[in-house]
């Protein structure tokens, strides 16, 4: 079965640095999808990659999957309090009820 | 419009009670989905409904477990005999089509705490 492999496990930062959160999987991803999660509350949809080479950004969030789709990376840019929380990826895990094979997770505090 | 919803937000229960959850998912999305989050197991997928085909019960981790979904539309999730171990968070989610790639949109779960 596919497994997904979150790095760092937390990360703590000072408001307006930069950080980096990476998805290693040990098979070729269909499809890695990446969700922020706050203590709480459900899983918020943030971006789906399908394809290698593939970069996506949203307002100061940028996610890549590698040409090989095998890893993919969450940067956040200048971060923010707001950016505080549990940021985990997901991978289709290629069968036929499409279900969400999950990574650990990521806890990203941000310090003001 | 409305996202996927689901009740209680928390429930807490003795050993050996039963239990039942509810998950509304996003209006005219065919695809359901529940998934448990235990304290360092993370999210690990239970079931999946698509349409009218009968859902994918691999991931029910023993027949305490079953859920259905009436309708095509809200979907309840119920364990018998509840233990401690089934203390976890249940996540349910819905995309439009259920098929490769297409997102799953989660609900904000419910937290289960069997004492």
């Known amino acids: 079965s596919q497994e997904l492999e979150q790095s760092p496990q937390s990360l703590i930062v000072q408001e307006g640095k930069n950080l980096t959160i990476n998805c290693t999987s040990s098979k070729t991803l269909y499809g890695l999808y990446w969700y922020k999660q706050k203590y709480g509350e459900g899983l918020i949809f943030l971006m789906m990659l399908q394809k290698g080479g593939e970069e996506k950004s949203h307002e100061k969030i940028t996610a890549k999957l590698d040409e090989k789709k095998q890893q993919s990376s969450l940067h956040i840019t200048a971060s923010q309090p707001s950016h505080a929380g549990i940021y985990l990826c997901g991978a289709d895990s290629g069968g036929s009820n499409y279900k969400l094979t999950f990574g650990k997770g990521t806890l990203l505090t941000v310090n003001p | 419009g409305a996202g996927v919803s689901q009740s209680p937000s928390n429930k807490v229960t003795e050993k050996g009670k039963d239990v039942e959850l509810r998950c509304d998912p996003i209006?005219?999305?065919?695809?359901l989905y529940w998934y448990r989050q235990s304290l360092g197991q993370g999210l690990e997928f239970l079931i999946y409904?698509?349409?009218?085909?009968?859902?994918?019960k691999s991931g029910l981790p023993s027949d305490r477990f079953s859920a259905e979904r009436t309708g095509g539309s809200v979907s309840t999730l119920t364990i018998q005999r509840t233990q401690q171990e089934d203390s976890a968070v249940y996540l349910c989610?819905?995309?439009?089509?259920?098929?490769?790639?297409?997102?799953?949109?989660f609900g904000p779960g419910t937290r289960l705490t069997v004492l």
């Open positions: 209006s005219g999305h065919t695809a």
């Open positions: 409904f698509q349409g009218n085909s009968a859902p994918d």
């Open positions: 989610a819905s995309s439009a089509t259920g098929t490769s790639t297409d997102t799953q949109y």
